[in-house]
């Protein structure tokens, strides 16, 4: 078994390899806070927004393949390769905007998710958000 087996035995059973690609894609905003924010904009707008499709999309493809050009060719995460290239201020500085937005992000998902249980169940959506 060559080393390289035995790496990639280790990182499989981590558990962040678990995660997978699943972190790249709550970037590209298909989360409940997303899905939410789409249908209303949906109900709100309706077709007069689609215009933007064909800007947006090439744009969001290619961020997503840079990332995971970088990621690949270097083997290291976004806080690696900006410690890397960056002075530790920048590092810190992103980190901490990458902490407040995932923080909000993950916010948004529970009440989204909390508005939809009401939908479904009822029951007020600060209690279900409470309770999920």
């Known amino acids: 078994?060559?080393?390289?087996?035995?790496?990639?035995?280790?990182?499989?059973?981590?558990?962040?390899?678990?995660?997978?690609?699943?972190?790249?894609?709550?970037?590209a905003d298909d989360d409940p806070s997303g899905i939410a924010t789409y249908s209303q904009a949906g109900a709100q707008f309706g077709l007069n927004m689609l215009w933007t499709m064909p800007l947006?999309?090439?744009?969001?493809?290619?961020?997503?393949?840079?990332?995971?050009?970088?990621?690949?060719?270097?083997?290291?995460?976004?806080a690696a390769n900006i410690k890397i290239a960056f002075p530790p201020i920048v590092l810190k500085s992103v980190v901490v905007l990458l902490l407040i937005a995932n923080t909000l992000n993950i916010a948004a998902d529970v009440a989204a998710m909390g508005e939809v249980a009401e939908l479904v169940s009822g029951v007020d959506r600060h209690l279900m958000t409470a309770i999920l």
């Open 56 to 78: 947006a999309y090439p744009l969001m493809a290619s961020v997503q393949a840079m990332c995971a050009q970088i990621g690949r060719v270097t083997g290291k995460g976004l």
């Open 1 to 27: 078994m060559t080393a390289l087996h035995v790496l990639w035995g280790r990182l499989k059973e981590h558990p962040l390899a678990r995660v997978g690609p699943g972190l790249i894609t709550g970037v």
